[in-house]
C-alpha cells in the first residue's frame, strides 16, 4: 500500500493479465542467470565485524558523545532565539474556519525571508486560537511556526490552492504521473534550522476530497503530503497533531538532522496512502513519542524508487524509530521499503507498541529495486492482535514505469530482532527474500508469537540467519550455526 498504484493496477494483479506459466519460467530462468553474473559487483558495501556495515557516521558520534543516546538530543540543535515574534493575524489572517489564508501565510514568510536578509536573525510565526484555513504554503531557514493552544490550520478544500511542482528525482515520473505532484500543504526545500511547534494545535490536510479524487480515479497527479521538507536540516517537528493528510502525511527528503517528536499523527483507517512518518534518503533522523493511526504504515523507511532511486544513491541512514505507537489495520507499524533503492542502513526500531495492525515490522523490496537494507535493530516491540507480527516480502509489482531493471537485485543483510511479544497473532512469522538475493544475517532472539493455532509454521523463503529463544519454532534457515550466521547481538 506505498505505492499509489491507480486501479487498474489492482485489477491486472487480480489476473487479468498474468504472463504465462512457460513465460514465466523462462523469465525466472534468464533472470537467475543474470544475476549470477552481477553478484560480484551489485552495489552492497562491504561487512564488517558483527554483521554491520563499515562504520560510518554513527548515532553517537552524530549526537557527540561516546554511548548510544537514549534521547532524540543531539539530532537537533536549537538556533538562536527568534528575533521577531509575528502572528499570522498581522498579514490579514482571519481565523474564521472558511476565509483563505493562503496570501496570509505567504506573505507572512516572506516578511520573515526579507527580514532575515536585513537583520539576520530568525522569526517566529504565531498562530492563535482559531481555525485557519489555507492553501500551500513554504517555509524558511530560521523560523519556527508556533501553534497555539486551540489554533487549528485547516487545508483548503481548492485543488487550485496546492500547485504542481516537479516530481522527486528519487521517485522519475511513474508515480507522480504527468511529471508533477502536488505540493505539499507545508512545504520546505534548501532550509536550516525550521522549527515546527505549539501548545497542542492541530494541523489538519482535509484530506478527505483528495483521497475521494482518487478511489474516483479523477486524480491526474500525486496527492500533496501534509508536510514535506527536502534539501533541509536541523529541524524538529514536536507537541503537534497532524491529521487527515492527502498522501503521506510527513515526509523528510534528501533531509539530514531532524527530530519528529511527541507528535499525534491520525487519518481515518480506510484513507489511502496516509502514512504517518516516511524518513525518506534522509540520514540522522530520530522519531520519538509519537502515537500514530493511519490508512497505511506508521513509519516507513523509504530511499527511492527502482532505477531512479539507484541513480539518485541517497541512502537514509541513522535512523531511531522510539516509542511509536499506533494502529493500522491494513498496513505495517514499522516499515521499511518498498522503496529502498538508494539504500537503507543503521536503524533502530525500539520501544515500538503495535495495535489491531495487518503487520508489525515490515520489510518490503522487489527485483528491480537494486539497493540494500543493512544493520537494522529491532528490540522491545509488543504488539496485540497484529497479524502477521514480523514480515519480509516481495514482489508487490509495483515499478515507476517499464524501465526497470530486473537484474536490479536488493541486498538485505544484518537485520537483529529481539525482545519481541505479539499477542493475539493471526500468522507466525512470514520471511520471503528474493531468489537469487536472499537475505542474509537475519537474527532473531527472545521473539515470542502468542494466539497462534496449534499448526501454525514460520515461512521462510531465501533468508538464512539464527534464532535463539523463538517460539514457536522457527523455520530450519534460521537455525543455521551463529557464528557462521554473522549474528552477534550486543
Ligand atoms: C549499526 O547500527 C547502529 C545503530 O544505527 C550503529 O550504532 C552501529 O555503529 C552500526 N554498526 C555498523 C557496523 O555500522
Ligand atoms: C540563518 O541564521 C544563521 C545564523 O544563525 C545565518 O548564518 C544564516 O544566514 C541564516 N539563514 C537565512 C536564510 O536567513
Ligand atoms: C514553494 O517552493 C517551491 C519549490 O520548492 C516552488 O516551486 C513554489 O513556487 C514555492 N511557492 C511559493 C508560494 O513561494
Ligand atoms: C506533548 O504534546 C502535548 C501537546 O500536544 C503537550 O501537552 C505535552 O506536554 C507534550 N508532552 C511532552 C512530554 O512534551
Ligand atoms: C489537545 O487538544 C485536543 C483537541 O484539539 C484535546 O482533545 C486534548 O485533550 C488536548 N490535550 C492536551 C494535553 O491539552
Ligand atoms: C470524484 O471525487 C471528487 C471529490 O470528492 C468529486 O468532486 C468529483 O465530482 C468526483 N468525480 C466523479 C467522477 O465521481
Ligand atoms: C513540548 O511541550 C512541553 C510542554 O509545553 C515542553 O516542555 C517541551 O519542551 C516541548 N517539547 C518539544 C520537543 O518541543
Ligand atoms: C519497552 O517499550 C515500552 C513501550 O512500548 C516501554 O514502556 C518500556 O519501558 C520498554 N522497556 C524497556 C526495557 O526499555
Ligand atoms: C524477552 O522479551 C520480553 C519483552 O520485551 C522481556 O520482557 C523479557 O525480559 C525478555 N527476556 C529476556 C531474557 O531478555
Ligand atoms: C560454527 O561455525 C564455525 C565457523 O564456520 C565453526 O568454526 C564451528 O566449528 C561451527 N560450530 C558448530 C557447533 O557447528
Known amino acids: 500500500m506505498d505505492v499509489e498504484k491507480p486501479l487498474w493496477g489492482a485489477l491486472s494483479q487480480g489476473g487479468l ?82 476565509t483563505s489564508n493562503t496570501a496570509a501565510f505567504r506573505r507572512a514568510v516572506e516578511h520573515a525571508v526579507r527580514l532575515g536578509k536585513e537583520r539576520g536573525g530568525g522569526a517566529r510565526l504565531n498562530v492563535p486560537r482559531g481555525r485557519w484555513v489555507t492553501g500551500s504554503f513554504n517555509l524558511t531557514s530560521n523560523f519556527t511556526l508556533f501553534l497555539e493552544e486551540g489554533a487549528v490550520i485547516l487545508g483548503s478544500q481548492d485543488p487550485k490552492e496546492w500547485p504542481i511542482i516537479e516530481a522527486l528525482p528519487s521517485y522519475g515520473r511513474g508515480r507522480e504521473r504527468l511529471g508533477g505532484r502536488h505540493i505539499s500543504l507545508i512545504h520546505g526545500d534548501g532550509l536550516n534550522d525550521v522549527v515546527i511547534t505549539g501548545e497542542n494545535g492541530t494541523i489538519d490536510g482535509q484530506g478527505k476530497m483528495w483521497w475521494e479524487m482518487w478511489w474516483n480515479r479523477t486524480l491526474k497527479h500525486t496527492r500533496g503530503h501534509l508536510l514535506e521538507l527536502m534539501n533541509s536540516n536541523n529541524i524538529l517537528i514536536s507537541n503537534l497533531t497532524f491529521q487527515n493528510s492527502p498522501f503521506w502525511t510527513i515526509h ?15 487519518a481515518p483507517l480506510n484513507a489511502p496512502n496516509t502514512d504517518g512518518i516516511d524518513p525518506d534518503s534522509s540520514t540522522n533522523v530520530c522519531i520519538e513519542d509519537c502515537y500514530i493511526e493511519s490508512g497505511d504504515d506508521l513509519v516507513a523507511v523509504k530511499s527511492g524508487w527502482d532505477q531512479y532511486g539507484i541513480g539518485i544513491a541517497r541512502p537514509s541512514s541513522n535512523i531511531i524509530i522510539r516509542g511509536v505507537s499506533g494502529t493500522t489495520p491494513t498496513c505495517s507499524g514499522v516499515g521499511i521499503g518498498s522503496e529502498m533503492s538508494g539504500g537503507v542502513s543503521n536503524v533502530v526500531v525500539e520501544n515500538v507498541h503495535i495495535r489491531d495492525s495487518a503487520a508489525g515490522i515490515r520489510i518490503k523490496t522487489d527485483k528491480g529495486r537494486g539497493g540494500y537494507v543493512a544493520n537494522i535493530t529491532i528490540s522491545n516491540i509488543t504488539m496485540e492482535r497484529v497479524k502477521i507480527p514480523i514480515r519480509f516480502s516481495r514482489g508487490a509489482n509495483d515499478h515507476p514505469d517499464e524501465g526497470w531493471d530486473p537484474k536490479a537485485v536488493p541486498r538485505v543483510k544484518g537485520v537483529f530482532i529481539s525482545n519481541v511479544v505479539s499477542r493475539d497473532s493471526v ?31 514460520w515461512s521462510c523463503e531465501f533468508v538464512s540467519g539464527f534464532s535463539d529463544g523463538v517460539s514457536p519454532v522457527p523455520c530450519p534457515q534460521l537455525q543455521s550455526n551463529r557464528s557462521a550466521s554473522s549474528c552477534s547481538f550486543s
Open 252 to 266: 523528510p527528503v534528501y533531509c539530514s538532522n531532524i527530530v519528529i517528536k511527541n507528535m499525534t499523527v491520525l
Open 17 to 98: 493479465s498474468r504472463p504465462s506459466w512457460p513465460f514465466a519460467l523462462l523469465l525466472l530462468t534468464v533472470l537467475a542467470v543474470l544475476s549470477l553474473q552481477i553478484t560480484s559487483n551489485a552495489v552492497c558495501p562491504t561487512w564488517a565485524g558483527g554483521g554491520g556495515l563499515r562504520q560510518e557516521k554513527t548515532l553517537s558520534s552524530a549526537s557527540g558523545g561516546d554511548s548510544q543516546p537514549t534521547t532524540c538530543a543531539g539530532f537537533f540543535r536549537e538556533g538562536p532565539e527568534r528575533k521577531v515574534v509575528m502572528s499570522v493575524a498581522d498579514f490579514g489572517g482571519v481565523g474564521d474556519g472558511t
Open 427 to 457: 500468522r507466525a512469522p512470514l520471511l520471503e527474500g528474493i531468489e537469487d538475493a536472499p537475505y542474509e544475517g537475519i537474527c532473531m532472539r527472545n521473539v515470542t508469537v502468542l494466539g497462534l493455532g496449534a499448526s501454525a509454521k
